[in-house]
Protein backbone atom coordinates (compact mmCIF):
# COMPACT_ATOMS: atom_id res chain seq x y z
CA UNK A 1 0.00 0.00 0.00
CA UNK A 2 1.50 3.50 -0.99
CA UNK A 3 1.75 5.76 1.99
CA UNK A 4 -0.69 8.95 1.91
CA UNK A 5 0.77 12.40 2.85
CA UNK A 6 -1.99 15.22 3.50
CA UNK A 7 -0.36 18.49 3.93
CA UNK A 8 -2.29 21.99 4.89
CA UNK A 9 -0.96 25.28 4.95
CA UNK A 10 -3.62 27.69 7.05
CA UNK A 11 -5.25 28.37 9.89
CA UNK A 12 -6.09 24.71 11.05
CA UNK A 13 -9.52 26.18 12.80
CA UNK A 14 -10.76 26.06 8.58
CA UNK A 15 -8.03 23.74 7.63
CA UNK A 16 -9.50 21.01 9.35
CA UNK A 17 -12.84 21.15 7.95
CA UNK A 18 -11.69 19.92 4.86
CA UNK A 19 -10.94 16.20 6.50
CA UNK A 20 -13.50 13.71 6.76
CA UNK A 21 -15.19 12.40 9.49
CA UNK A 22 -13.61 9.61 11.69
CA UNK A 23 -10.89 9.38 9.51
CA UNK A 24 -8.20 9.86 12.08
CA UNK A 25 -6.63 6.90 14.23
CA UNK A 26 -4.10 8.70 16.30
CA UNK A 27 -4.07 13.07 16.71
CA UNK A 28 -0.50 14.09 18.63
CA UNK A 29 0.51 17.87 18.78
CA UNK A 30 1.28 20.31 21.02
CA UNK A 31 -0.01 23.79 19.88
CA UNK A 32 1.28 27.52 20.93
CA UNK A 33 0.82 27.11 24.99
CA UNK A 34 -0.98 30.30 26.60
CA UNK A 35 0.63 33.68 26.21
CA UNK A 36 3.98 31.32 24.36
CA UNK A 37 5.58 31.74 20.71
CA UNK A 38 4.80 35.94 20.44
CA UNK A 39 6.56 36.17 17.65
CA UNK A 40 5.58 33.09 15.76
CA UNK A 41 2.13 32.30 16.71
CA UNK A 42 0.95 35.55 17.94
CA UNK A 43 0.02 34.00 21.34
CA UNK A 44 -2.80 33.45 22.79
CA UNK A 45 -3.49 35.03 26.17
CA UNK A 46 -4.18 32.41 29.42
CA UNK A 47 -7.60 34.48 29.59
CA UNK A 48 -8.63 33.43 25.94
CA UNK A 49 -6.92 30.23 25.30
CA UNK A 50 -10.01 28.03 26.07
CA UNK A 51 -12.00 29.83 23.91
CA UNK A 52 -9.35 29.84 21.17
CA UNK A 53 -9.04 25.99 21.65
CA UNK A 54 -12.58 24.61 21.80
CA UNK A 55 -13.24 25.30 17.89
CA UNK A 56 -9.79 23.10 17.43
CA UNK A 57 -11.29 20.43 19.80
CA UNK A 58 -14.39 20.39 18.27
CA UNK A 59 -12.93 19.59 14.82
CA UNK A 60 -10.73 17.04 16.50
CA UNK A 61 -13.37 14.92 17.60
CA UNK A 62 -15.32 15.42 14.69
CA UNK A 63 -12.53 13.20 12.70
CA UNK A 64 -10.81 11.26 14.84
CA UNK A 65 -12.43 7.46 15.03
CA UNK A 66 -14.50 6.04 17.91
CA UNK A 67 -11.62 3.95 18.26
CA UNK A 68 -8.69 6.94 17.85
CA UNK A 69 -7.04 8.40 20.23
CA UNK A 70 -6.21 12.16 21.04
CA UNK A 71 -2.66 12.98 22.57
CA UNK A 72 -2.19 16.65 23.87
CA UNK A 73 0.85 18.49 24.98
CA UNK A 74 0.14 21.30 27.08
CA UNK A 75 1.93 23.12 30.21
CA UNK A 76 0.45 25.56 32.43
CA UNK A 77 2.49 28.75 33.21
CA UNK A 78 3.13 31.03 36.37
CA UNK A 79 1.18 34.15 35.93
CA UNK A 80 1.87 36.09 39.51
CA UNK A 81 3.49 33.93 41.28
CA UNK A 82 1.30 30.74 40.87
CA UNK A 83 0.39 28.68 38.46
CA UNK A 84 -2.38 29.27 36.03
CA UNK A 85 -5.71 27.04 35.70
CA UNK A 86 -6.58 27.42 32.52
CA UNK A 87 -5.50 23.93 31.07
CA UNK A 88 -7.96 22.36 33.75
CA UNK A 89 -10.23 24.79 32.21
CA UNK A 90 -9.66 23.36 28.91
CA UNK A 91 -10.28 19.89 30.42
CA UNK A 92 -13.41 20.63 31.69
CA UNK A 93 -14.62 22.20 28.61
CA UNK A 94 -13.52 19.49 26.25
CA UNK A 95 -15.39 16.71 28.73
CA UNK A 96 -18.79 19.06 27.82
CA UNK A 97 -17.69 18.25 24.23
CA UNK A 98 -18.20 14.94 24.96
CA UNK A 99 -14.27 13.89 25.46
CA UNK A 100 -13.15 11.76 27.91
CA UNK A 101 -10.14 12.60 29.73
CA UNK A 102 -8.49 8.68 29.94
CA UNK A 103 -5.03 9.44 31.01
CA UNK A 104 -2.30 11.49 31.91
CA UNK A 105 1.37 10.76 30.72
CA UNK A 106 4.23 13.27 32.22
CA UNK A 107 7.41 13.95 29.74
CA UNK A 108 10.25 14.43 31.91
CA UNK A 109 12.80 15.87 30.36
CA UNK A 110 16.64 13.91 31.01
CA UNK A 111 17.89 16.74 29.85
CA UNK A 112 16.27 20.10 31.46
CA UNK A 113 18.39 23.46 31.89
CA UNK A 114 18.83 24.23 35.90
CA UNK A 115 17.81 27.11 36.66
CA UNK A 116 15.58 28.35 39.81
CA UNK A 117 13.24 31.66 40.53
CA UNK A 118 12.30 32.87 43.99
CA UNK A 119 9.18 30.50 44.63
CA UNK A 120 10.03 27.97 42.48
CA UNK A 121 12.45 25.65 40.27
CA UNK A 122 13.13 25.23 37.01
CA UNK A 123 10.21 22.89 35.25
CA UNK A 124 11.53 19.04 33.78
CA UNK A 125 8.15 17.85 32.96
CA UNK A 126 4.96 18.39 30.28
CA UNK A 127 1.92 17.07 30.20
CA UNK A 128 0.54 14.85 27.55
CA UNK A 129 -3.13 14.41 28.19
CA UNK A 130 -4.99 11.54 27.00
CA UNK A 131 -8.33 12.37 25.54
CA UNK A 132 -10.83 9.48 23.47
CA UNK A 133 -14.04 9.02 22.28
CA UNK A 134 -15.12 6.00 23.66
CA UNK A 135 -13.72 3.77 26.60
CA UNK A 136 -13.43 1.43 23.87
CA UNK A 137 -9.92 2.34 21.96
CA UNK A 138 -7.54 0.90 20.08
CA UNK A 139 -4.11 0.79 22.43
CA UNK A 140 -1.08 -1.26 21.64
CA UNK A 141 0.78 -2.02 25.11
CA UNK A 142 3.12 -5.06 24.20
CA UNK A 143 4.96 -2.47 21.46
CA UNK A 144 6.06 -0.31 23.89
CA UNK A 145 7.37 -2.68 26.60
CA UNK A 146 10.42 -1.76 28.36
CA UNK A 147 13.24 -4.17 29.82
CA UNK A 148 12.00 -5.03 33.49
CA UNK A 149 15.17 -3.51 34.93
CA UNK A 150 17.58 -4.88 37.48
CA UNK A 151 15.15 -4.12 40.75
CA UNK A 152 13.44 -8.08 39.51
CA UNK A 153 16.99 -9.80 40.09
CA UNK A 154 16.28 -9.86 43.81
CA UNK A 155 12.15 -9.24 44.36
CA UNK A 156 11.38 -11.42 41.61
CA UNK A 157 13.57 -14.29 42.84
CA UNK A 158 13.36 -14.35 46.53
CA UNK A 159 9.22 -13.98 46.81
CA UNK A 160 7.56 -13.17 50.24
CA UNK A 161 4.49 -15.18 50.78
CA UNK A 162 2.89 -11.82 50.69
CA UNK A 163 3.67 -11.48 47.07
CA UNK A 164 2.79 -15.03 46.32
CA UNK A 165 -0.86 -14.26 47.79
CA UNK A 166 -1.89 -11.53 46.45
CA UNK A 167 -4.63 -11.10 44.24
CA UNK A 168 -4.98 -9.50 40.85
CA UNK A 169 -6.98 -6.60 40.31
CA UNK A 170 -10.62 -7.69 40.70
CA UNK A 171 -11.65 -5.58 38.01
CA UNK A 172 -9.73 -6.28 35.48
CA UNK A 173 -7.54 -3.16 35.21
CA UNK A 174 -4.03 -4.87 35.45
CA UNK A 175 -2.36 -7.39 37.40
CA UNK A 176 -3.03 -5.98 41.06
CA UNK A 177 0.01 -6.33 43.34
CA UNK A 178 0.76 -10.18 42.78
CA UNK A 179 4.57 -9.51 41.74
CA UNK A 180 4.68 -13.20 40.93
CA UNK A 181 3.09 -12.40 37.49
CA UNK A 182 6.29 -10.92 36.59
CA UNK A 183 8.94 -13.99 37.28
CA UNK A 184 10.36 -15.10 34.57
CA UNK A 185 9.41 -11.99 32.37
CA UNK A 186 12.37 -9.77 30.27
CA UNK A 187 9.97 -6.71 29.35
CA UNK A 188 8.05 -5.20 31.38
CA UNK A 189 4.96 -2.69 30.68
CA UNK A 190 6.22 1.04 31.17
CA UNK A 191 4.71 3.51 33.59
CA UNK A 192 2.81 7.03 32.12
CA UNK A 193 6.01 8.71 32.88
CA UNK A 194 8.32 9.07 29.58
CA UNK A 195 11.59 9.65 30.04
CA UNK A 196 13.04 11.79 26.74
CA UNK A 197 15.46 14.58 25.66
CA UNK A 198 14.56 17.47 24.38
CA UNK A 199 14.82 18.38 20.90
CA UNK A 200 18.32 20.11 20.43
CA UNK A 201 18.49 19.66 16.26
CA UNK A 202 15.34 21.61 16.08
CA UNK A 203 14.80 22.92 12.35
CA UNK A 204 14.80 26.39 12.86
CA UNK A 205 11.31 25.93 15.01
CA UNK A 206 10.89 27.30 18.44
CA UNK A 207 9.64 24.15 19.99
CA UNK A 208 10.47 20.89 17.98
CA UNK A 209 9.30 17.28 19.62
CA UNK A 210 11.64 15.02 20.21
CA UNK A 211 11.24 12.09 17.59
CA UNK A 212 11.04 9.78 20.61
CA UNK A 213 7.74 11.55 21.46
CA UNK A 214 5.41 10.84 18.95
CA UNK A 215 7.25 7.31 17.87
CA UNK A 216 5.76 6.24 20.94
CA UNK A 217 2.68 7.14 21.43
CA UNK A 218 2.31 6.04 17.41
CA UNK A 219 3.48 2.49 18.83
CA UNK A 220 1.08 2.83 21.19
CA UNK A 221 -1.93 4.13 19.70
CA UNK A 222 -1.97 2.85 15.89
CA UNK A 223 -0.66 -0.11 13.60
CA UNK A 224 0.40 0.06 9.98
CA UNK A 225 -0.91 2.41 7.42
CA UNK A 226 -3.27 3.66 10.09
CA UNK A 227 -3.39 7.67 10.06
CA UNK A 228 -2.04 10.07 12.12
CA UNK A 229 -2.65 13.90 12.42
CA UNK A 230 -0.57 17.06 13.49
CA UNK A 231 -2.88 19.84 13.28
CA UNK A 232 0.05 21.98 14.62
CA UNK A 233 2.79 20.38 12.37
CA UNK A 234 5.18 23.18 12.91
CA UNK A 235 8.93 21.55 11.74
CA UNK A 236 7.36 18.43 10.82
CA UNK A 237 8.40 15.58 12.96
CA UNK A 238 5.30 13.68 13.75
CA UNK A 239 4.80 13.65 9.72
CA UNK A 240 8.00 12.43 9.20
CA UNK A 241 8.23 9.66 12.38
CA UNK A 242 4.59 8.31 10.82
CA UNK A 243 6.04 7.76 7.26
CA UNK A 244 8.91 6.13 8.99
CA UNK A 245 6.85 4.01 10.65
CA UNK A 246 4.52 3.47 7.39
CA UNK A 247 1.37 5.46 9.05
CA UNK A 248 -0.61 7.31 6.82
CA UNK A 249 -0.06 11.35 7.76
CA UNK A 250 -2.11 14.64 7.77
CA UNK A 251 -0.52 18.06 8.96
CA UNK A 252 -1.59 21.44 9.02
CA UNK A 253 0.85 24.68 9.90
CA UNK A 254 -0.07 28.30 9.43
CA UNK A 255 3.38 29.50 9.08
CA UNK A 256 4.25 29.57 5.78
CA UNK A 257 8.23 29.09 6.03
CA UNK A 258 7.62 25.86 8.36
CA UNK A 259 5.02 24.44 5.77
CA UNK A 260 7.16 25.00 2.83
CA UNK A 261 10.13 23.18 5.09
CA UNK A 262 8.68 20.14 5.14
CA UNK A 263 6.49 20.24 1.65
CA UNK A 264 10.07 19.96 0.94
CA UNK A 265 11.02 17.39 2.49
CA UNK A 266 7.68 15.09 2.05
CA UNK A 267 7.48 15.99 -1.72
CA UNK A 268 5.63 15.06 -4.00
CA UNK A 269 2.54 14.75 -2.00
CA UNK A 270 -1.02 16.04 -2.44
CA UNK A 271 -0.76 19.80 -0.73
CA UNK A 272 -4.21 21.65 0.12
CA UNK A 273 -2.71 25.28 -0.24
CA UNK A 274 -4.43 28.67 1.54
CA UNK A 275 -5.41 30.53 -1.38
CA UNK A 276 -3.87 33.71 0.52
CA UNK A 277 -1.64 34.54 3.52
CA UNK A 278 -4.55 37.19 4.65
CA UNK A 279 -5.81 34.20 6.79
CA UNK A 280 -2.30 33.68 8.60
CA UNK A 281 -1.90 37.42 9.24
CA UNK A 282 -5.60 37.61 10.70
CA UNK A 283 -4.75 35.09 12.85
CA UNK A 284 -1.31 36.31 14.07
CA UNK A 285 -2.47 40.13 14.90
Not at 100 to 106: D, N, P, S
Not at 109 to 120: Q, T, Y
Request: hydrophobic content about 35%; charged content about 30%.
Amino acid sequence: MELRTDLFLGDCRKELKKIPNSSVDLIVTSPPYADQRLTTYGGVSVDEYVKWFLPISKELFRVLKPTGTFILNIKEKVVNGERSIYVMELILEMRKQGWLWTEEFIWHKKNCFPGKWSNRFRDAWERLLQFNKDKKFNMYQDAVKVPIGDWAKERLRNLSDTDKIRDNARNGSGFGKNVSNWVGKETVYPTNVVHLATECNNKNHSAAFPKELPEWFIKLFTQEYDTVLDPFMGSGTTIEISNKMKRHSIGIEIIPEYFEEVKQQFAPVEYYLMESKIQYETYRH
